[in-house]
């Protein structure tokens, strides 16, 4: 088949791959797509509906996992014999398989987004909200600055300058509700629409959908150990890169200090401008923190970005960039109404946890408990799975990368895990561009930061069991 009509809405809430997996699930249903009839490739039809190709290969995959298509080696996918006469309509209530549904629980969650909520001192947070709440009330339920609160913002600059090396004041800092808000905000001061991102390979593949979003074309940046491949950089024409320096997901590896003179330099030759991501640096488990990237420029081409999703409670949506001053200038004066995301009865409660010392001793707390988790998945590994698994990168975040030592599909063994009551996370995710994916074996990412050393370790036995008992 050399052509498959399928109409997108790009305002729609649906993601882009669950719609072309339903069109494409509607013809077949229908006959309208007969048996052993080849479906156009990833990369036509990645042209035809402007869409990149990972989107794609996630709409296909799941019509392989419901047996509607096949993958051939070397040849394409194919549909397969069903019985469509059995069928008098497709359900218009229809739900995608893979879509979770809101209240799904795991017995054992590796998921990437939780923490320790445990072990978050909550009486002391609603005693400071109490607090906020009993000073000027019909102050604080009041529109505040877009920006953020001024005394959240000092606390954060004082922060970022003594862990992190970060030079600011507290009037180049915005506050946002989440990281991808903050990525949208900054798509559109720039004025990024239609130009090139330059995004890590393997990345955050959410950064990448906002930026596709915002109608950026990406530029995948292969990621070598010690940074971005500098000819991938070079040739790339980029207006913006994405870079998360000192905690490079999803391998946790550090961009070394060649590779971060080479990017400013790049960036100040180019006029382009760099987002760096400082996710979870804080949860380092051997050496030294690592300065920022930004410490390091003399041209104000960074733009840093932090989040508390990961050392607070994911619940607490509180992140914030902080803008080179001509770019604040340049914010100040946007036509665009940026409005502030965030509740102001929550920064201020976090202007007074980080104001009364609870969140260094948090943070600290929080390091040891984490590195005694990771410390308990990486022996629970080593313990269940032996020579049927490799670690191959860690000691950073809250996830471990490992690969499975077996000849089942990544598919097989993700539907088995499922079925096991166990959530995990495929690495090919991360790639985007699938292709190059070095991976001959299954990859996933196991996170451990929201369960228990208990949790941890039954849970990797019970994984290990799933896919080789």
Request: net charge neutral.
């Amino acid at each position: 088949m050399n052509e498959l009509f399928i109409t997108l809405n790009r305002d729609s809430s649906e993601p882009l791959y669950v719609q072309i997996y339903k069109s494409i699930k509607k013809e077949i249903m229908e006959g309208n797509i007969m048996a052993n009839t080849s479906l156009p490739s990833i990369r036509k039809m990645s042209e035809q509906l402007q869409v990149n190709k990972m989107t794609l290969e996630t709409a296909y995959d799941h019509l392989v996992i419901e047996g509607l298509i096949e993958s051939r080696p070397r040849s394409g996918y194919y549909v397969n014999e069903i019985d469509v006469g059995y069928f008098t309509k497709l359900g218009d209530k229809e739900e995608f398989p893979a879509e979770k549904k809101m209240g799904a629980t795991y017995e054992y969650d590796f998921n990437l987004d939780h923490v320790d909520v445990e072990n978050f001192p909550i009486s002391t947070w609603r005693r400071l909200t109490n607090e906020v709440l009993n000073y000027g009330t019909n102050h604080i339920f009041n529109t505040g600055d877009p920006q953020g609160e001024l005394g959240l913002r000092s606390e954060i600059a004082s922060y970022v300058r003594n862990s992190r090396g970060v030079h600011c004041s507290e009037e180049q800092i915005i506050i946002g509700s989440h990281s991808q808000i903050l990525l949208w905000m900054i798509c559109n001061l720039i004025g990024l629409r239609g130009k090139i991102v330059a995004v890590g390979e393997p990345g955050y593949s959410l950064a990448t959908r906002i930026f596709e979003s915002c109608g950026c074309k990406i530029a995948p940046i292969v990621i070598e150990d010690d940074g971005m491949n500098k000819e991938d950089l070079q040739g790339s024409r980029a207006s913006l890169v994405f870079t998360s320096p000192s905690f490079q997901f999803p391998f946790g590896s550090i961009m070394k200090i060649q590779k971060r003179i080479h990017l400013l330099k790049w960036a100040t030759q180019n006029n382009a401008y760099i987002v760096e991501d400082d996710y979870l640096s804080e949860y380092r488990y051997s050496g030294e923190l690592i300065p920022s990237l930004q410490n390091l420029d003399q041209h104000e081409r960074v733009i840093y970005m932090g989040t508390f999703h990961g050392t607070l409670l994911p619940a607490i949506n509180i992140g914030y960039i902080i803008l080179p001053k001509h770019l604040l200038s340049k914010y100040q004066q946007s036509p665009l109404e940026f409005q502030q995301t965030t509740s102001r009865i929550e920064q201020k409660t976090l202007e007074r946890f980080m104001r009364d010392g609870h969140w260094e001793q948090h943070r600290f707390r929080m390091k040891e408990i984490y590195k005694k988790k990771y410390e308990a998945t990486m022996q629970a590994i080593k313990t269940s799975f032996n020579e049927k698994a490799i670690v191959l990168k860690g000691q950073t975040g809250l996830h471990i990368v490992m690969q499975v030592i077996t000849n089942q599909s990544e598919q097989a063994l993700m539907i088995k895990a499922k079925e096991a009551g166990i959530h995990l996370y495929s690495l090919k995710e991360t790639w985007y561009r699938k292709e190059n994916n070095p991976f001959q074996h299954p990859v996933f990412l196991i996170g451990f930061g929201g369960m228990s050393i208990n949790q941890i370790e039954k849970g990797i036995s019970a994984l290990y069991k799933s896919w080789f008992n």
